[in-house]
């Protein structure tokens, strides 16, 4: 019999019907900058309406805080819509990638091409820069998170950060 169902303490899990992981986190302030890197950059797909045929909608970057202390390790989710019916949205998105890609050694535009999985990991992952961060919240006021404001070279000073490629108070999304 496996003890897959333990926890690390050898307690055996009841297999209750409901579990509550208890609550998460709050949201780092509104033009908090930290230091991150990003630990995942692909594509994400919708099918074309006309041709259903999959698209490109935007370029998902997955970013892990390394410092401050206070929010080290925290997890924050970049969607850039590259491809969107909102033309001001689209030159923003493509805009913060190239500033992105600019901090991490400029190997996407470098090549000049769309960028695959494979050259967004490898071009991204693991590059740490500054992000200046904001703070969305639902209509509802029931979720909030944070997004990237701006985004700046590793050594940038706090005072530095104040102008690089920022987006719009609304929610880039």
Known sequence: ???FFQTSDGEKIKADKEYDGGGGFETIPKGTVVLAAPYEAKRQ????FETKQPLPESIGINWTVLAPPEYKNRKLFQDLKINSKDTKQEDKA?????????NAGGKLAEAGEYPTD???????????MMLKLGVWESK????SGNWVMAVSPRNAAVAE?????VFDDDIPF
Request: glycine content about 0%; proline content about 6%.
């Open 45 to 48: 797909f919708k099918d074309d």
């Open 1 to 3: 019999m496996s003890n």
């Open 161 to 165: 950060v104040e102008t690089p490629v």
């Open 140 to 143: 509802d006021k029931s979720m």
């Open 94 to 102: 493509k805009r913060m990638l190239a500033a992105i890609d600019a």
């Open 118 to 128: 494979s050259a967004l990991a490898t071009a991204l992952v693991n590059k740490p």
